[in-house]
């Protein structure tokens, strides 16, 4: 069975629930708390998790709980620690320290403790660096002298699947875009439509999601480089996971007036490797005439993307769903309630997150 972990999968806060299904799928029991899902596992559900979670930003090994109220304390307490299973003579570590309410703050000196603690430890100098994504990270959380301290499993951030190369005017992160297919409902039974659909995120994650495809199987992970890595377990994990990728018959479409974003699109769905019916068109709201259809989209924002109505986009868009469309399950994301009501189509507001600093609301409905 081997060594038991204490995880954590940061989800971006308001979409810890859908994380925490997602973990469900894999057979794993988690709680909800803010920012993200507390559960148990082993080496090889830090492999899972990390390979197939498609809303989570990364997964955290909580190895170090303890109260300390002095430097002197804090290094005692740090080299207890079994850190020779993540951090290699070789390895570059960055260190992220937050506190609040506690007797020690300054944290720079604490980071200065940290270290001197991880290198009593195992016995050599670790190498620090600024650089969020070069190797391991550690995170370390002061709360009323009570430290938390944290590896990250993941490496770079776990929405970085490594095929977008080219990105249009705002691009939508790629956790974003997963959250909002998996909360349509959307089960490959009809097609699934992106009419803004830019550089391709929505459609790509939607091709992704119906093959079954792990959206972490062609990048790396900081894991790889501990001590404990067992290529072999990891190697039969991806293998598993490679085996039920399987086909998709829907068609899914982005539309977008921008030729530039679709080019985008097509050199991101080469680089995703997802065998699907997958198609992007430079076109403004064409005619379908489909029976039934998921509506999957971002429509613009007004605040990076330029445009001069957008209220008038707004309800050319609800007036394009009437017209084209039987039965359609619409989920889009918008930051102004105003224009979303615009559309004229009965949307309910299922949960809001921070897309890049903006507040966007996430809105549900159907029609008829
Ligand atoms: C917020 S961006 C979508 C970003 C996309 N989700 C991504 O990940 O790259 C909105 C997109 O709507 C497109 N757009 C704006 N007005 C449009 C219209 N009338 N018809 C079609 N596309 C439009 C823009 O070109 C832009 O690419």
Redesign the pocket.
């Given at each position: 069975m081997g060594t038991v972990f204490k995880l954590f999968a940061v989800s971006p806060p308001g979409l810890e629930y859908v994380t925490a299904r997602e973990l469900k799928e894999l057979g794993i029991e988690g709680k909800v708390v803010k920012g993200g899902v507390e559960f148990k596992g082993t080496i090889k559900d830090i492999y899972r998790t990390n390979l197939h979670l498609r809303t989570a930003n990364r997964i955290l090994v909580r190895v170090a709980t303890f109260k300390a109220k002095s430097f002197k304390e804090l290094v005692e307490r740090v080299k207890r620690y079994p850190w020779e299973i993540y951090i290699q003579k070789d390895l570059p570590i960055k260190l992220r320290v937050t506190s609040r309410k506690s007797k020690l703050y300054h944290t720079k000196a604490i980071e200065e403790r940290i270290v001197k603690g991880i290198m009593e430890r195992v016995k050599f100098e670790p190498l620090i660096t600024e650089e969020e994504d070069l190797g391991e990270s550690i995170i370390v959380r002061v709360e009323r002298d009570r430290f938390t301290i944290s590896v990250n499993s993941s490496g770079a951030m776990l929405h970085k699947r490594g095929y977008r190369r080219e990105?249009?005017?705002?691009?939508?992160r790629e956790t974003f875009?997963a959250a909002m297919v998996l909360e349509s409902g959307w089960m490959g039974n009809a097609p699934l439509i992106d009419?803004?659909?830019?550089?391709?995120?929505?459609p790509i994650e939607a091709a992704l999601i119906c093959t079954n495809t792990p959206p972490g199987l062609y990048r790396e992970f900081a894991f790889e480089k501990w001590r404990i890595h067992s290529e072999e377990l990891w190697q039969s994990v991806k293998d598993e996971a490679a085996q039920s990728i399987k086909e998709c018959r829907a068609s899914i479409m982005g539309?977008?007036?921008?030729r530039r974003?679709i080019k985008a699109a097509q050199i991101n769905a080469f680089f995703s490797r997802v065998k699907a019916n997958l198609s992007f068109e430079v076109k403004?709201?064409p005619e379908l005439n489909t029976e039934k259809a998921y509506i999957v989209t971002?429509?613009?924002?007004g605040i990076r993307?330029e445009?001069d109505n957008l209220k008038e986009?707004y309800a050319?868009f609800g007036r394009w769903v009437k017209s084209n469309f039987k039965e359609a399950h619409v989920v889009i994301l918008s930051p102004l309630k105003r224009y979303v009501e615009a559309t004229g189509l009965r949307l309910e507001r299922i949960t809001s997150f921070s897309n890049g600093g903006i507040r966007v609301g996430l809105y549900r409905g159907a029609i008829p």
């Open positions: 990105t249009g005017d705002a691009p939508l875009a009419p803004f659909c830019g550089s391709g995120t929505i539309f977008d007036k921008d974003s403004s709201f971002n429509p613009p924002y993307v445009a986009i050319s």
